[in-house]
C-alpha cells in the first residue's frame, strides 16, 4: 500500500485527524500536515498551542509488522526529528523525556504519541510540533522557535 499524505488548511488536531483517518479507511500508515491547528494536542492532556508558520505534522502507520517496543520508537522519533533540526541550528539540542526537544533549556518542539486499536491491528500516531517561526509565551515553561535561533543579523544596515 502507498503512502498517503493528508494535506489539510485548518484541523483541531493532526493526531485527532489521523485517528478519523484511521478508524474510518483501510491506509496502514500516512501523514497529515496542516496549516494551522485549533486544538492541537500536547502530553498528559495539555494542549500545543499553535501559530499559522510553524510545523503541525502527524504520521500513523501499523505497528503489526514492527518487533520495538513503544518506548524505543519515542526515542528513535525524537532522533530522527533532533537530526533534522539539526539541520538548521548546529548547536547543542536537547532531548527532555518523555518527547520534547529543547534548545538553551527552551522548548522548541514536542513529539505526542498515541496508539490506537483498529480491528486486530494497532497503529501508532506520532504527532510533531515545531515551532519554527513563533513560539507561544508559558508561565514557567521557557519555549524558542528555529528562525530566532538562526536568522542573520544584517551588520550592514544603519539603524
Known sequence: MKFKVFRFKKVKSTNNT??????KND????????DIQTGGKGQYGRKWIS???NLFASFFYNLNNFDTSISKLTKINC????????KYYKKKIDFKKPNDLMVKNKKICGILQETINKFDSNFLV???GINLIKNPIIKNYPTI????LVKKKDKKKNY
Not at 18 to 23: P, Q
Not at 27 to 34: C, R
Open 126 to 128: 506520532v504527532g510533531i
Open 79 to 86: 532522533l530522527i526529528v533532533k537530526k533534522l533540526l539539526s
Open 27 to 34: 491506509y496502514d500508515f500516512g501523514m497529515i500536515l496542516s
Open 51 to 53: 501559530y499559522k508558520g
Open 145 to 148: 522557535n528555529l528562525y530566532d
Open 18 to 23: 489521523a485517528i478519523r483517518i484511521i478508524k
